[in-house]
């Protein structure tokens, strides 16, 4: 088997897209990796669409500068962990990081696909076998602008049947009153029994003002404090992370190996979140989840987007040693919640792993036709 084609489809939601929020399912870079023999794999990328559709598009320079498509035509797609280095190598001089980590992620999920596919597995079973065969699962969305809206929205996900819920970005951060309020808030709608999540998503300036907040929020018992700082503020992560109870959490900026290790071992979080569409596809994202629990932290994986990311997430998940929490993005945008056929249904807190071979997921056509981009942006 050889690989034929490599397709980046860029996708947006219809209408027009609110650029001020914090919200990647507003669009998405969709990978799909033809072979000779009519196996077809999928996979997505959680970043700058266009951008990360340039990398795989463009023709090669030299040796270390190729768009990641000409590194792959006619090349076997069986052969993943080469075909990685083929593209890490093959991008060292804009990549090693960020964006080219990023194209090389969704690729990497597809070849698992058409692996999955060609041996008639789902791709837990090529990583070592089901350990579990559902996952609990947070809702995650963002944070609203006041009180009210937050009571409302936690109650809403917990009548959804969710056990979780994680609230981020929007207003967190700049004022410390408004940030006690609506985790206040939060807690009250969500009572004693849910898990409750806050994703400061980068708003807290400096370590002394986060230990305040983070102490203040302590009587509210959230789950974890996610992302309080800039991704590479490894003191303040550090700082923060002794100083108070509450889990320290983040990651999902990183990509490969190497960052993870920094991020542990010099942040000093607890609770680390690499998404599989950015830290290295399925195959780094093992790595670091070996990594992570060897040096005692936990791992839960960042999703957003798609049903493409929220079925590969579950792969991985099924596989690894220990998988307590699973990010479900409860989203009400076309790709979020129709791209793909299958749903992910929410059943007494928990989804259910996939069964079918390769990532298990169908792409609906006519969503696809509906959000694709054909004209340049």
């Known amino acids: 088997m050889i690989i034929t084609a490599v397709d980046a489809l860029l996708l947006k939601q219809p209408g027009v897209l609110d650029t001020t929020i914090a919200d990647g399912s507003q669009d998405a870079l969709i990978i799909r990796v033809s072979t000779d023999e009519g196996i077809v794999g999928i996979g997505e990328v959680d970043s700058n669409p266009t951008v990360v559709k340039a990398i795989i598009e463009a023709p090669p320079s030299h040796k270390t500068a190729c768009g990641l498509r000409s590194l792959l035509i ?34 990497d999920i597809a070849l698992w696909d058409i692996a999955g596919q060609a041996q008639g597995k789902p791709i837990h079973a090529l990583l070592g076998g089901m350990k579990r ?18 009571r409302q929205v936690v109650d809403e996900q917990s009548q959804a049947g969710f056990q979780a819920v994680k609230l981020g970005w929007g207003p967190l951060g700049q004022d410390a009153e408004l940030d006690i309020a609506l985790v206040r808030a939060a807690r009250q709608a969500a009572g004693d029994d849910l898990d409750l999540m ?94 992570v629990r060897e040096r005692g932290k936990r791992t839960v994986t960042h999703a957003w987007s798609t049903g493409i990311i929220k079925a590969a997430s579950l792969h991985v998940l099924a596989a690894i ?57």
């Open 321 to 377: 040693e220990q998988a307590e929490y699973f990010e479900y993005c409860v989203r009400t945008t076309e790709l979020n919640r129709r791209l793909v056929v299958e749903q992910f249904p929410v059943r007494d807190g928990y989804v259910e792993i996939p069964q079918k071979p390769g990532l298990g997921v169908q792409i609906d056509e006519d969503v696809l036709k509906e959000c694709l981009v054909t004209e340049a942006p």
């Open 133 to 150: 065969e559902r996952v609990k699962a947070y809702a995650s969305t963002l944070m609203p602008d006041t009180p009210a809206e937050v």
């Open 198 to 291: 806050v994703d400061v998503g980068k708003g807290w300036a400096d370590a002394v003002d986060a230990i305040s907040r983070a102490r203040r929020l302590e009587e509210f018992r959230p789950y974890w404090i996610e992302e309080p700082f800039m991704p590479d503020e490894y003191d303040r992560y550090r700082a923060l992370a002794e100083a108070v109870e509450i889990p320290i959490a983040g990651g999902e900026e990183e990509s490969t190996l190497l960052d993870f290790e920094r991020l542990v071992d010099r942040g000093g979080v607890t609770v680390v979140q690499p998404d599989v569409t950015r830290a290295g596809g399925i195959s780094e994202t093992m790595r670091i989840a070996a990594m």
């Open 74 to 107: 006619g090349q076997d797609p069986g052969d993943i962990a080469g075909l990685w280095q083929r593209m890490y190598r093959g991008s060292l001089y804009y990549g090693r990081r960020g964006a080219a980590l990023h194209a090389i992620s969704g690729i």
